[in-house]
């Protein structure tokens, strides 16, 4: 079990990677936001549509675990998600704001988990033992690796770009 500090850092780093997700996407030159580092790896616009999805799972998976009995979380294939629903073809600013929505209703119930909702356990589909601390260990830094993704990205267009120049 995590220390109540260790929870608050979390939480809070949770609370704060919609800023860091949105600074990172503010650097991306509109030239650079659909180009993907290698045809296996996303965009800037891909990933933000996948966090999008991510974060609506998310809300869910959190909810299931500290309401629920017996609960089963779904995996899923988010690379397949990504090809399927055409992430390139869907807009980025509903997918903005319902990361921003999902995380700004997520965090007033964190700040208000005693020791025994985080202690709830559920079986993922792919991982086996699920708790409600493993799910805010994953979702706390979810958003900051996908900012750093982004700024990788922007990093390698710009590599790309001057050596073609």
Same mark, same amino acid.
């Given at each position: 079990?995590?220390?109540?500090?260790?929870?608050?850092?979390?939480?809070?780093?949770?609370?704060? /990677?919609?800023?860091?997700?949105?600074?990172?996407?503010?650097?991306?030159?509109?030239? !650079?936001?659909?180009?993907?580092?290698?045809?296996?790896?996303?965009?800037?616009?891909?990933?933000?549509?996948?966090?999008?999805?991510?974060?609506?799972?998310?809300? /869910?998976?959190?909810?299931?675990?500290?309401?629920?009995?017996?609960?089963?979380?779904?995996?899923?294939?988010?690379?397949?998600?990504?090809?399927?629903?055409?992430?390139?073809?869907?807009?980025?600013?509903?997918?903005?704001?319902?990361?921003?929505?999902?995380?700004?209703?997520?965090?007033?119930?964190?700040?208000?988990?005693?020791? !025994?909702?985080?202690?709830?356990? /559920?079986?993922?589909?792919?991982?086996?033992?699920?708790? !409600?601390?493993?799910?805010?260990?994953?979702?706390?830094?979810?958003?900051?690796?996908?900012?750093?993704?982004?700024?990788?990205?922007?990093?390698?267009?710009?590599?790309?770009?001057?050596?073609?120049?």
């Amino acid at each position: 079990m995590l220390t109540m500090t260790e929870r608050a850092a979390l939480v809070e780093q949770y609370a704060d /990677g919609m800023a860091k997700l949105t600074a990172a996407l503010a650097t991306v030159p509109a030239a !650079a936001l659909r180009w993907r580092p290698a045809p296996s790896e996303w965009s800037a616009h891909e990933i933000i549509i996948h966090c999008a999805d991510s974060e609506t799972n998310s809300a /869910g998976r959190i909810r299931y675990l500290l309401a629920e009995r017996d609960v089963q979380i779904i995996g899923y294939d988010q690379a397949a998600w990504a090809v399927l629903f055409d992430f390139h073809a869907l807009p980025l600013e509903p997918a903005l704001a319902t990361i921003e929505a999902v995380r700004a209703n997520t965090v007033p119930l964190l700040e208000r988990l005693d020791e !025994a909702a985080w202690a709830r356990t /559920g079986q993922h589909s792919e991982s086996g033992r699920y708790s !409600a601390e493993d799910w805010l260990q994953i979702y706390a830094e979810h958003l900051d690796l996908h900012a750093a993704q982004i700024e990788q990205n922007v990093s390698a267009w710009r590599s790309q770009t001057a050596a073609l120049s």
